[in-house]
Every structure is written in structure tokens, then in C-alpha cells.
């Protein structure tokens, strides 16, 4: 699946030297690379019985609410702190120099409920482990994951052992 990296604009040194940055947004304005990302997760989860797509803030609600929708499937949206009106649940987690939180709304997911967690994507795992310890811990089951872009030379398929990982794109 890799052919879709001709969509994938690189960045060299940014945001900072010696870090090369994959931007998604030429993928998003091409009309036919995002409807293939999207068909291509599409194929990949179709027989998974999907009941709800969650996508994390902020560059996965580019992606989650296409593929609910085409999965006939709800989208539930995991946020920083603060961001969502009703009652949350919340998930910390440590980052390599510090932590972050992470909040869903506790009835975006009912127990039983087949949950696809989808991002832009997967570095070393720590924002995709948290969601998963979040929809979890109300009950939800794990489909699978999809992330567009996977940093291979990093170790976040290793913090999501255990799950179904898909990624259309390796660097």
C-alpha cells in the first residue's frame, strides 16, 4: 500500500532540524488519494463488524468520520482535556519528557460495542495505547486499528500488541 506516499508531502527539518515531517495535507486537497486512504481502510475492516470509529484529536477526525460513515458506524472523538461538554472519562499517559491526558464522553461507547480506533499516525504508540485503555475501560471491544502513516523505525506497534494494526503507509 505503500504507492500512496506519492501523496504524502515531505518536510525536512521540521518542526525542528533533523526531524522529517510527513505532511497529510497534500493527501487531504488530492480528491483521489484521500478516496483511496479511505476505500483502503474500508477493505481492510469491513468484516470487522464495526459499531464505532474514534478518532483522536486532532488529525484523526480527518479520517475517523469519513470511515464511519462509509463503515455505517458511528464516530466518537477523543480530546485533550476541557474540550468536551458532557461527562468524561479520562486516560494519562507518559510521553518521553512529561504526560498527557486524554477524555471521551463515558456514553460515546456502550459495553459489547466493536470499536475502530483510527489517526493519522503511529510513532511510538502512547496516544493509541491511551485510547485504547479509554474505550476499554467502558466496555468497548477493540476492532482494530488504522493509522495512515506508520513510523516503523519507532516502537509503536509494540505498545499496541495484541490488536489488529493496519498501515497504509511505512516510512
Given at each position: 500500500?505503500?504507492?500512496?506516499k506519492?501523496y504524502i ?5 521540521f518542526p525542528?532540524?533533523?526531524i522529517?515531517?510527513y ?6 486537497q ?9 476505500d ?8 470487522h463488524?464495526?459499531d464505532?470509529v474514534?478518532?483522536?484529536e486532532?488529525r484523526?477526525f480527518l479520517f475517523a468520520p469519513?470511515?464511519?460513515c ?11 482535556p476541557?474540550k468536551?461538554?458532557a461527562?468524561t ?8 519528557y ?17 470499536v ?7 510513532a511510538t504508540?502512547g496516544?493509541?495505547?491511551?485510547t485504547?485503555e479509554?474505550?476499554r475501560?467502558?466496555g ?32
Amino acid at each position: 500500500m505503500n504507492d500512496l506516499k506519492k501523496y504524502i508531502r515531505e518536510v525536512p527539518d521540521f518542526p525542528k532540524p533533523g526531524i522529517n515531517f510527513y505532511d497529510i495535507t497534500t493527501l487531504l486537497q488530492d480528491a483521489r488519494g484521500l478516496r483511496e486512504t479511505v476505500d483502503r481502510f474500508c477493505w481492510c475492516f469491513l468484516d470487522h463488524q464495526v459499531d464505532k470509529v474514534v478518532g483522536m484529536e486532532s488529525r484523526g477526525f480527518l479520517f475517523a468520520p469519513v470511515l464511519a460513515c462509509s463503515l455505517n458506524a458511528g464516530f466518537v472523538p477523543v480530546r485533550k482535556p476541557g474540550k468536551l461538554p458532557a461527562k468524561t472519562v479520562r486516560h494519562s499517559y507518559e510521553l518521553e519528557y512529561g504526560s498527557d491526558t486524554l477524555e471521551m464522553h463515558e456514553d460515546a461507547i456502550r459495553p459489547g460495542e466493536r470499536v475502530l480506533i483510527v489517526d493519522d499516525l503511529l510513532a511510538t504508540g502512547g496516544t493509541a495505547a491511551a485510547t485504547v485503555e479509554l474505550v476499554r475501560g467502558v466496555g468497548g471491544e477493540i476492532a482494530g486499528l488504522g493509522f495512515v502513516i506508520e513510523l516503523g523505525f519507532l516502537p509503536g506497534r509494540q505498545k499496541l500488541a495484541g490488536h489488529e494494526v493496519v498501515s497504509l503507509i511505512t516510512y
